[in-house]
């Protein structure tokens, strides 16, 4: 796997795109300081299930990398927002959820957007039974308080709620 823990600060060809265990899929990344566009291979995996295993990303600058120089590894930490490439998973797994609106502020960020908690289980108590490093949100909206060109919207964004490099702020809205 491409996966891999935080062992070095050298990047590595990925080994999945090796062999065709199936096409890279693109992301986006937005840091404290900017904007990472890029290919991943995510082997069948959902993007959020890999961030909160793994401290490192392995990203390929083009969709079809033809050297090692064309991947670079960028940390978890450093990772405020992603957005993850289009994923369906099959109706038949999944488990009932309650929506509620949040907005979140992460360094200069500003997201408003749907998360799905499991009913009878705030947003609070989520995130502090959880160990997970990326919430999952819908229908999100991402302004910047630093760059007011942006103004995005994503059927899908995860937010880094355990980074050390920004500090966050989260609210329910009505």
Do not use: C
Not at 70 to 90: I, K, Y
Not at 111 to 123: D, E, F, S
Request: cysteine-free.
């Amino acid at each position: 796997m491409f996966w891999r823990r935080k062992s070095s600060n050298e990047a590595r060809e990925p080994a999945a795109t090796l062999g065709g265990m199936g096409g890279l899929a693109p992301v986006r990344i937005l840091t404290a300081d900017s904007t990472i566009e890029g290919w991943i291979n995510l082997a069948g995996q959902r993007l959020s299930d890999v961030l909160n295993l793994e401290e490192l990303l392995s990203v390929s600058r083009t969709p079809i990398p033809s050297t090692p120089r064309d991947w670079f590894v960028t940390e978890r930490d450093d990772m405020l927002l992603v957005v993850p490439p289009p994923h369906h998973s099959d109706r038949a797994v999944r488990l009932h959820r309650v929506k509620q609106r949040i907005r979140v502020v992460s360094g200069h960020y500003v997201v408003r957007g749907t998360v799905h908690l499991v009913a009878g289980i705030g947003l609070d108590a989520f995130l502090a039974r959880s160990r997970q490093h990326f919430l999952p949100m819908t229908e999100a909206r991402v302004t910047s308080t630093e760059r007011p060109e942006l103004d995005e919207e994503h059927p899908a964004l995860l937010v880094n709620v355990r980074s050390t490099a920004q500090r966050l702020k989260l609210e329910t809205l009505d």
